[in-house]
């Protein structure tokens, strides 16, 4: 059955190879636009108007610096109008920075008093990731709870960061406060929910929404079917994705994205296949999401080739995802002639394809010339070089990167890090060296897959001392994990050591394990 849905879908991508079919329905005003007044021109704005010479960044540079100008020479400025268009106008061109000098040139009084002007600054503070400064303009906002507005733009921004702690605490506070939540704050909360998989709160959430009478806004609806697959909840949010009447891009997205997360391929085939045959194109978001490990080579050429001919090979999310997926699947000659005919790479690009050469020396060639492009690894990046200088022995190699990523990156080592340390000694042999790794370098508490690598080195290489120790922290910190007691009855075998083999034997019995 499995098989027929694959050719079922090669032949769907084959009938829509030619065509730009769009959904034949009315769709409502993407989330991402929220409802506010539309300014009218002033004068300011009209003063260096000329499309055919001119940008609109630079039309908007040059009224900018026309302001400062004018304030600088002693001219008292305090229009709302203005400092209100010029601020829609920096938010529609993602001119954060000319967004911040025209905050230093409004009046004081003006920001605090005009609801307008702090709303629009506040916003584009936080759709830029300025949370820090999106705050303290809501902090002498004299009225902000006259509408959910700038409680969603805060709300928006800090879950857009994956600050979803900070996200519900907001929407709590707002809740407190008695500001009416609306269908653009639901979407918002519900991600910061499953984000930090918090079903229950995303059900009080929930429960919340009916009672306000957004159950069938489909807006939520998409954010509901997100928050419950995100949560590991995936009937429910089934069930959610069945109650959307006119679904859009999203909904699918949404629900294909939960089948992927939850390993259910097959059930994210006939999604996929469906939302074709409804008359949604895939996006980038589809594409990057249907292109998981398990996917048959045959349907990932097929998508490969579709993608090709509708001309967005190259958009990174889909690029970078046919990396992953062709080196899951066996295929690194494809994943790397992928990767070498980009015209443009991200730090995605450059970790996918050192990722999947993890035991590989061309890793260290990747991380070279992604150097050498002047892009910065991040703490993925380090994992992987790490990773692959522990396979190979080159301690160093792993050595150098290690002290390069926190005095020359300033990145702090993580769990994962510390663990690919101790991999690195361990695999070379030197035990002692990844054991002063735990106790003499890390800054956190050792957890198991540091002292699990440190165990394994113990049993390829007979320490019996340290194993002992090894073994001894992992039975705290994973009680139920039969796997380090076999470690180390095996380690124990070696030494001949048979009345600790029995000890241990005795230990797992009691414990029910199966042996």
């Known amino acids: 059955m499995a098989m027929s849905m694959h050719y079922q879908l090669i032949n769907t991508f084959c009938l829509n190879k030619d065509t730009n079919k769009k959904p034949n ?41 026309d302001l400062e100008t004018s304030v600088k020479n002693g001219l008292n400025i305090d229009d709302p109008r203005i400092f209100s268009s010029l601020l829609e106008t920096c938010y529609r061109l993602q001119a954060i920075e ?14 605090r008093r005009n609801e307008g002007v702090s709303s629009k600054l506040l916003r584009l503070y936080a759709s830029n990731g300025y949370m820090e400064d999106a705050h303290q303009v809501f902090d002498v906002m004299s009225e902000r709870n006259s509408s959910a507005f700038v409680w969603n733009s805060l709300i928006s921004g800090y879950s857009e960061m994956g600050l979803y702690d900070d996200a519900l605490a907001l929407y709590f506070q707002m809740i ?37 009478g957004y159950a069938n806004d489909r807006f939520v609806l998409n954010g509901l079917v997100g928050m419950y ?42 999604t996929f296949r469906q939302m074709m045959l409804d008359g949604f194109e895939p996006d980038a978001v589809s594409i990057s999401t249907i ?32 990396i992953y997926v062709y080196s899951n699947n066996g295929r690194l000659d494809r994943a790397r002639q992928v990767f070498d005919q980009m015209p443009e790479r ?12 993890n035991k590989h020396p061309n890793a260290l060639m990747y991380f070279q010339l992604m150097l050498s492009a002047n892009i910065s690894p991040d703490t993925i990046t380090f994992v992987s070089v790490l990773t692959v200088c522990a396979h190979l022995r080159l301690v160093k190699e792993g050595e150098r990167l290690f002290s390069t990523m926190t005095d020359k990156y300033g990145i702090n080592p993580s769990m994962e890090h510390y663990a690919c340390l101790v991999n690195l000694y361990g695999r070379a042999g030197l035990i002692v060296e ?45 009680p139920d994990n039969s796997h380090n007691f076999k470690l180390l009855m095996q380690i124990y075998g070696e030494a001949s050591r048979v009345e600790d083999v029995e000890r241990v034997r005795t230990m797992m019995v009691n414990r029910g394990f199966d042996l």
């Open 346 to 357: 991200d730090l995605v690009s450059w970790n996918s394809i050192i990722s999947v050469h």
């Open 291 to 322: 292109l998981t490990p398990g996917l048959p080579e045959k349907l990932v050429a097929e998508i490969h080739a579709w993608v090709i001919r509708k001309g967005t090979e190259w958009n990174l999310p889909i690029v970078n995802s046919l």
């Open 176 to 212: 407190e406060e008695g500001v009416e939540p609306d269908g653009f704050t639901f979407p918002r909360v519900l991600k910061a929910c499953g984000g930090m998989g918090l079903i229950r709160v995303g059900q009080e959430v929930h429960r919340e929404i009916i009672r306000r």
């Open 25 to 65: 329905r009315k769709l409502q005003t993407p989330i991402t636009q929220l409802s506010f007044p539309k300014s009218s021109p002033t004068q300011l704005l009209l003063t260096h108007q000329n499309p055919s010479i001119q940008t609109k960044l630079e039309a908007l540079y040059n009224v900018v610096q």
């Open 98 to 111: 000319l967004g911040i000098r025209i905050h230093r040139v409004i009046p004081t009084k003006l920001l």
């Open 434 to 478: 990844a054991y002063k790794v735990i106790m003499d370098k890390m800054k956190l508490e050792a957890g198991p897959t540091v002292w699990g690598a440190l165990l394994h080195a113990c049993y390829v290489h007979g320490n019996v001392e340290i194993g002992e120790i090894a073994a001894e922290n992992l039975f705290e910190l994973e």
């Open 229 to 270: 697959a995100k949560c590991g909840d995936i009937v429910m949010a089934r069930k959610m994705f069945d109650k959307i009447v006119l679904k859009d891009i999203v909904s699918w997205n949404s629900m294909l994205a939960g089948f992927v997360k939850h390993n259910m391929l097959f059930d994210a085939l006939v």
